[in-house]
T-cell receptor, first 113, second 115 residues
Framework: NAGVTQTPKFQVLKTGQSMTLQCAQDMNHNSMYWYRQDPGMGLRLIYYSASEGTTDKGEVPNGYNVSRLNKREFSLRLESAAPSQTSVYFC????????????FGPGTRLTVT | GENVEQHPSTLSVQEGDSAVIKCTYSDSASNYFPWYKQELGKRPQLIIDIRSNVGEKKDQRIAVTLNKTAKHFSLHITETQPEDSAVYFCAASQASGGGADGLTFGKGTHLIIQP
């Protein structure tokens, strides 16, 4: 099993450009999440999808949109990137009926200039 | 919403000594408390977790304690080794049935093991 995978690993954008971060899991988990990690701030929840077909805002949703494409895939879109969105983005998944632990992907390092 | 405070931000201990990291949470409805270890440039890795119906949990050199009344929980690492050097994060959530909310994280503790 690959667990949670993310693409791309690194990305540089100019202000105003758009892009989509991809996440997939092969653990048959119901719930998926997007977090951002900034130095000294820990991880902060952007959006989550408790189950296929549902999405909810987290702590810092402004400037982002998400799509739960199917049970395996959960994408994060930046419509108009801003320098404040420079961060490391982690996707995670979990399932309450498999213990509830969240497993993280390897992360995407995004720089917006 | 939930707020998680974590202390200290940096902890330096001698190899072989014990390390303790403390967290407090604000939402009494939180009932799931994991701890993650993150090495530089890597993803967070779950090392231990505890649910609100349990006061203490141990796994070899690692233990977590939970005080629901005081709304605080702690990570204890005994006989520290160089490979324990990393950033540790505590987190809290309401792992309610039917779907899992996201985690609220503390800001992390940089644990340094001195040889």
């Amino acid at each position: 099993n690959a667990g949670v995978t993310q693409t791309p690993k690194f990305q540089v954008l100019k202000t105003g450009q758009s892009m989509t971060l991809q996440c997939a899991q092969d653990m048959n988990h119901n719930s998926m999440y997007w977090y951002r990690q900034d130095p000294g701030m820990g991880l902060r929840l952007i959006y989550y999808s408790a189950s296929e077909g549902t999405t909810d805002k987290g702590e810092v949703p402004n400037g982002y949109n998400v799509s739960r494409l199917n049970k395996r895939e959960f994408s994060l879109r930046l419509e108009s990137a801003a320098p404040s969105q420079t961060s490391v983005y982690f996707c995670a998944s979990s399932d309450l009926f498999q213990g509830g632990e969240q497993y993280f992907g390897p992360g995407t390092r995004l720089t917006v200039t | 919403g939930e707020n998680v405070e974590q202390h200290p931000s940096t902890l330096s201990v001698q190899e072989g000594d014990s390390a303790v990291i403390k967290c407090t949470y604000s939402d009494s409805a939180s009932n799931y408390f994991p701890w993650y270890k993150q090495e530089l440039g890597k993803r967070p890795q779950l090392i231990i977790d505890i649910r609100s119906n349990v006061g203490e949990k141990k796994d070899q050199r690692i233990a977590v304690t939970l005080n629901k009344t005081a709304k605080h929980f702690s990570l204890h690492i005994t006989e520290t080794q160089p490979e324990d050097s990393a950033v540790y994060f505590c987190a809290a959530s309401q792992a309610s049935g039917g779907g899992a909310d996201g985690l609220t994280f503390g800001k992390g503790t940089h644990l340094i093991i001195q040889p």
